[in-house]
């Protein structure tokens, strides 16, 4: 099965620098996701790690550590639109399986 | 290029009755996805298609859920009776195939049951 754990809530600050962690554990590995959903919206994709290591894209970068079961989501120079829930996904052998979210929110 | 369109967007209904929602995934995508979401918690996979074959619904309540794909393009989910404890957002998602990493996700149905 799967197993996957992020913070419930986050705070920030504009113009600040969050680091949201994810850890999991699976009996498959895929690849890792994480997807922005804002509230009443569908999630919508920001990134995907399948090798250790740093993806950078624009003000948001995710690192993966399979060895420890360990992923993280970095967003610099938060904006008031960064406000949303930040769910962790994890690829099994077919299918994705979701954390509950991490819910950030950015205050001026 | 269209993303995922379903509808209804929000349905509600009395417990004991039906409802169906609609998916139309993007045009190409093989492989679709129903969700089922809680306030407060990530997607659960209901049920996957690759084309008009079901080769995942081990989560689906089969007694009372159910879901066809019949021509392999859009799908729809049902709910038959409804019970409170169904009240949830319903999302359905594509990909271009199993081996596809993105997932694109259609706005979602919100059903309350009264």
């Known amino acids: 099965g799967q197993n996957i754990d992020q913070p419930t809530e986050m705070t920030a600050t504009e113009g600040a620098i969050v680091q949201i962690n994810c850890t999991y554990q699976?009996?498959?590995?895929?690849?890792l996701f994480w997807y922005q959903q804002h509230a009443g919206e569908a999630p919508t994709f920001l990134s995907y790690?399948?090798?250790?290591g740093l993806e950078e894209k624009g003000r948001f970068s995710s690192f993966l550590s399979r060895s420890k079961g360990y992923s993280y989501l970095l967003l610099k120079e938060l904006q008031m639109k960064d406000s949303a829930s930040y769910l962790c996904?994890?690829?099994?052998?077919?299918?994705?399986?979701f954390g509950k979210g991490t819910m950030l929110l950015v205050s001026p | 290029e269209a993303g995922v369109v379903q509808s209804p967007r929000y349905k509600i209904i009395e417990k004991k009755q039906p409802v169906a929602f609609w998916c139309n995934p993007i045009?190409?995508?093989?492989?679709l996805y129903w969700y089922l979401q809680n306030l407060g918690q990530g997607p659960e996979l209901l049920i996957r298609?690759?084309?008009?074959?079901?080769?995942?619904d081990s989560q689906l309540p089969k007694d009372r859920f159910s879901a066809e794909r019949l021509k392999g393009v859009d799908s729809t989910l049902k709910i038959q009776p409804a019970e409170l404890g169904d009240s949830a957002v319903y999302l359905c998602?594509?990909?271009?195939?199993?081996?596809?990493?993105?997932?694109?996700f259609g706005p979602g149905t919100r059903l309350t049951v009264t």
């Open positions: 045009s190409g995508h093989n492989t």
């Open positions: 790690n399948v090798l250790d």
């Open positions: 996904a994890v690829s099994g052998y077919s299918t994705l399986t």
């Open positions: 699976t009996s498959g590995f895929n690849g």
């Open positions: 298609y690759e084309n008009e074959e079901a080769v995942d």
């Open positions: 998602a594509s990909s271009h195939d199993r081996g596809s990493y993105e997932q694109y």
